[in-house]
């Protein structure tokens, strides 16, 4: 059986993590994390009794295999640091996590020898585009990322967006040109990873939308991912807990295991 501990229990997210844990049998969801919670009364939550509610760090004493986080960007460093030093594999779901600060989590985890993932986006159709991004983007010089989300994101551009910028850019192998003769004064051309321009929409009505567009002589490639509901994550997320139980290293990437 693996025990499991949800932080943000109470989100969006968080909630449909609890519920994806109580529904497999090979999991047991032993606690639950929000530092802004007043009650530590499972009852308070809808959760059983013998799950453990903590809102503070200190508070947590029991054992505990894995430590999913959907909780905010402002908090997500410091929780999977607390997990990893605790010797509990983290499976993060929360985006805002710079480059420094996951190179340090790797660090950190696999210098311990501990399993985790740190993933943009669970969702396997988002992973398959960035895969199938970063394979067309041998073929092409330019691509331009266009992501979409509901207007409660905090952070611009999404984790899923930066990532496809970035194995795009691995692909390749180099800065993408900028026009030197380009005008735009009201920054309408996007935020730009190594020259890879990202345009971050966010609009009541969505959840999660990505689309990358790939330009050259005479032709173009778009490719297109929507997400309905935020349950198909739920997918990714229990493949990922199942795998990181035999792992010893931090993945960045659910790509990586897929």
Do not use: C
Request: aromatic letters at 6%.
């Amino acid at each position: 059986m693996i025990k499991v501990i949800v932080s943000g229990f109470n989100g969006s997210m968080g909630q449909k993590a609890v519920a994806m844990v109580n529904e497999n049998a090979d999991f047991q969801l032993v606690g639950v994390f929000n530092p802004i919670i007043d009650s530590l009364n499972p009852a308070d939550y809808d959760l059983d009794q013998d799950v453990k509610v903590f809102n503070d760090f200190s508070q947590i004493n029991i054992a505990a295999d894995i430590w999913i986080d959907f909780s905010i960007p402002t908090a997500v460093f410091e929780n999977t640091k607390f997990a990893i030093s605790k010797n509990i594999r983290p499976v993060i779901g929360t985006s805002g996590l710079s480059e420094v600060q996951t190179s340090e989590l790797k660090s950190l985890a696999d210098s311990e020898k501990l399993g985790g993932i740190i993933a943009s986006n669970f969702g396997i159709s988002a992973v398959l585009m960035m895969k199938f991004a970063q394979t067309a983007a041998k073929y092409f010089d330019q691509a331009e990322i266009v992501e979409t989300h509901h207007e409660d994101k905090l952070d611009a551009p999404s984790g899923t967006a930066l990532n496809t910028a970035r194995l795009i850019h691995e692909a390749q192998q180099k800065d993408e040109l900028e026009n030197p003769n380009e005008s735009d004064p009201l920054g309408t051309r996007g935020g730009d990873y190594h020259g890879i321009k990202i345009h971050a929409i966010r609009l009541p009505g969505f959840i999660a939308d990505e689309e990358v567009i790939f330009g050259s002589d005479d032709e173009s490639l778009t490719i297109k991912q929507s997400t309905t509901d935020r349950a198909s994550f739920m997918k990714g997320v229990e493949l990922a807990v199942k795998e990181v139980m035999k792992r010893n290293e931090l993945v960045i990437g659910l790509e990586k295991i897929i």
